[in-house]
């Protein structure tokens, strides 16, 4: 899909890799990404290289601000500005009334959370998986509201069962179900759609958090039944750091849900005592925006699309795949990542050498890497039996010589340790 017209920077003649035999063309998309042929960048669940044609529409856009004022410049660029609400809508399956800018997925899903009417004795329904800040502030929900956190069992391969998780969803009848997609800490991809189906069934809302999933894989936001998809730009979709989305269901606009603490952007003070949000998910949005930010999201979500994200998945996984099984006969390894399905991201741990050694080790190589401590998922490290984590996170512009060089410089490091 190419959205010819909606950016100047993205067109058929450049930046517009093609997919031929459900292969990528990796010429064409290093081509786009300058840096990789200078360093092997293996940390796209933090934050991923930026194609050219999102640095371009950026800076084409500050330059702008530089010129005629940040005012007037947001006036000038309306039409990229929409584009970008139809980039994202058309990268999860929605509309552009559907799409919510934000800063950050934490600061879209908060403002998801925020929306809910809790009360004393009210149930959230989540997983041993969520993102950290998200346990954090349902924890937070119930000191301050009383509100009960459930967190539904794992299988026995790992991920949420969703036999429980459905059990739990008839039977706590939760007052929102809340879910990480991809864990930061692993690449385990739960089964959303499945808990998405039980929580219809029951009219229960869905909040997903997909942050390491969208651009790393297709994300359907209506196919998965959720009600609130909050994703980031920075990591797999390849977007500038400060940018990101929250997709708003039909369902829940319909039902008035609305931000704690909206603003006037997202609702109008019509009389001294009243107050009229957004017909659309902008009410869940604030004034103040890097509009640059807000363009490039949209920029790097086209680009996705055009890619595709079919073989963006299937060549992520190829990668990641292989280099579980090199980690897996390093001496003293151990691969953490467990579940029916796994995806991009890759981690373990060394039975004697800390995880931000080997980063470090990495590092000095040009290998880009990042590690975790036992605070990013007590649950799953405790489980785990492991205080850190290395995570080495591919993506569709790494190349297999690539793969193989990181894997030879990690043994090497462990063999010098």
């Known amino acids: 899909m190419i959205l010819t017209g909606l950016h100047p920077y993205i067109s058929r003649s450049r930046a517009s890799p093609s997919v031929r035999d459900s292969e990528l063309d990796l010429d064409r998309l290093r081509a786009d990404t300058p840096s990789a042929s200078r360093h092997i960048h293996l ?48 990268l999860v399956g929605g509309e552009p009334s559907q799409v919510a800018m934000v800063e950050h997925a934490t600061a879209g899903f908060v403002a998801a959370l925020s929306s809910v009417p809790f009360r004393s004795g009210d149930v959230i329904l989540t997983t041993r998986h969520d993102y950290t800040s998200n346990q954090i502030q349902y924890l937070n929900l119930s000191d301050r509201f009383g509100v009960e956190v459930v967190r539904a069992p794992d299988g026995p391969d790992g991920g949420v069962d969703v036999g429980a998780m459905r059990d739990l969803v008839h039977r706590r009848r939760p ?129 996705a699309t055009t890619v595709g ?71 799953d490290f405790d489980d785990k039996q492991t205080e850190t984590a290395l995570r080495i996170s591919p993506h569709y512009y790494n190349t297999d010589e690539e793969i193989e060089r990181a894997m030879d410089i990690l043994a090497r490091i462990v063999s010098d340790a």
């Open 43 to 90: 940390n796209n669940a933090g934050a991923a290289l930026q194609p050219a044609p999102v640095v371009e529409a950026v800076i084409e856009h500050l330059r702008l601000e530089q010129e005629i004022g940040g005012y007037e410049a947001a006036d000038a660029a309306t039409h990229r500005i929409e584009a970008a609400y139809q980039a994202v809508a058309a």
């Open 175 to 303: 007052r929102i179900v809340a879910m990480t997609h991809v864990p930061t800490n692993s690449g385990l991809v739960q089964d959303v759609a499945s808990v998405g189906e039980a929580c219809r069934e029951r009219d229960v809302l869905f909040l997903v958090d997909a942050c390491q999933s969208v651009g790393q894989m297709p994300v359907d936001a209506e196919a998965i039944g959720a009600d609130f998809l909050s994703a980031t730009g920075r990591k797999f979709l390849r977007g500038p750091r400060g940018s990101g989305f929250l997709w708003v269901s039909e369902r829940a606009l319909d039902a008035g849900l609305l931000p704690l603490f909206p603003d006037l952007r997202g609702t109008d003070w019509i009389a001294p005592d009243l107050t009229q949000p957004s017909p659309d998910a902008r009410r869940f949005e604030t004034w103040e925006f890097a509009w640059s930010l807000v363009i490039g999201l949209g920029v790097a979500a086209e680009y």
């Open 309 to 379: 994200l079919e073989p963006i998945r299937d060549r992520v996984r190829a990668l990641a795949s292989r280099m579980r099984e090199r980690i897996g006969g390093i001496d003293g390894m151990r691969v953490l990542d467990r579940g029916p399905e796994l995806c991009g991201i890759v981690t373990a741990t060394h039975d004697r050498i800390s995880a931000e050694r080997l980063r470090d080790g990495l590092r000095l190589e040009g290998v880009h890497t990042s590690w975790l401590s036992r605070e990013s998922a007590v649950l």
